[in-house]
């Protein structure tokens, strides 16, 4: 160890720069868990003790032989941009990963509507009301998991959700069917105000909670965990939808997207429906 690349005052001023910005807990976490790791990196690697280029770019290139995802490399990199634009520093900026836009999603990452009933199906044969409405509340709406708190008895009772992230406020409706399940779940749970998912305490469930839930309902829906996990259910909703409307415009301000890109990785279809796709076109003879 050679000491300190990047000091605990630049932390802390970066996370009150976040902050400051209305970034969410979990972005902010994760900008900081990335910029640490790259800290770690200079501070064990020798020549790199420094803040450089030449630094940054061997750690691009260590992240790629220990065998990183190319999204994933390029998430940490994007969340050292940012660090570097903070500290004034833009020459130290490299350029991400270049990535072909997938065509199709991957049958083991893919959450079909069919696994996504069966696990609604059965949790309400379990008796695990709660568990039910959530999967139901993100696949009904298209909302982050991080935006269920705004899943309110005053928004149920007006079938109408504002939600705040990342900067911005949009109105999100429930639909009847889910509108009516929520209202006699808020009865039966005495529930006359804040989140409707809540702690014996009403503060509105964690994250970790809702994901502890959802992993231990997929052992008995017998659905494989890997594909489990609340933002592939905002990803079913995005397909669904643009399978009915085709409007990316439109979907993109429903998932509250500042770019249509962004839009765009979420209507990837399936793995099954871009064989019948290809197999459709009858080129072979």
């Known amino acids: 160890m050679k000491g300190k690349v ?27 868990r990335d910029v640490r790791a790259f800290a770690l990196f200079l501070e064990n690697g020798g020549e790199w003790v420094t803040l450089s280029k030449d630094g940054v770019l061997a750690y691009k290139r260590a992240l790629i032989s220990r065998g990183y995802r190319v999204s994933s490399i390029n998430s ?22 270049k990535m072909q836009r997938r065509v199709y999603c991957p049958p083991e990452k893919e959450l079909s509507k069919e696994d996504y009933e069966r696990l609604v199906r059965t949790a309400e044969e379990k008796g695990k009301r709660r568990i039910s409405l959530i999967l139901q509340t993100i ?23 504002v939600v705040s992230c ?3 406020t949009r109105s999100v409706f429930l639909v009847k069917e889910l509108r009516k ?6 009865t039966e749970q005495g529930i006359t105000n804040g989140p409707v998912f809540q702690t014996k305490r009403g503060k509105p469930l964690s994250r970790i909670s809702i994901w502890r ?46 770019s249509i890109d962004t839009t765009r990785i979420y209507i990837v279809s399936t ?5 019948r796709r290809m197999e459709s076109m009858r080129l072979i003879l």
Do not use: W
Request: aromatic share 8%; charged share 35%; proline share 2%.
């Open 181 to 186: 399940k929520l209202l006699r779940y808020i």
């Open 213 to 258: 839930d959802m992993k231990k309902l997929c052992e008995e829906a017998r659905v494989d965990r890997a594909k489990v996990f609340p933002h592939n259910l905002r990803h079913l909703f995005a397909r669904t939808f643009y399978r009915l409307e085709k409007d990316i415009a439109k979907l993109a301000d429903l998932l509250g997207h500042s």
């Open 76 to 97: 940490m990199l994007a969340a050292l941009d940012k660090f570097f634009r903070f500290l004034e520093r833009p020459d130290l900026i490299v350029h991400r990963l």
């Open 6 to 32: 990047i000091t605990e005052e630049q932390f802390r001023a970066f996370m009150r720069a976040l902050q400051e910005e209305e970034r969410s807990e979990a972005t902010i976490s994760k900008y900081l």
């Open 166 to 168: 990342k900067g911005k």
């Open 271 to 275: 793995g099954a429906e871009h064989r």
């Open 139 to 161: 696949c009904g709406t298209g909302i982050r998991v991080s935006e269920l708190s705004s899943i309110t008895a005053e928004a149920v009772q007006k079938g109408e959700a």
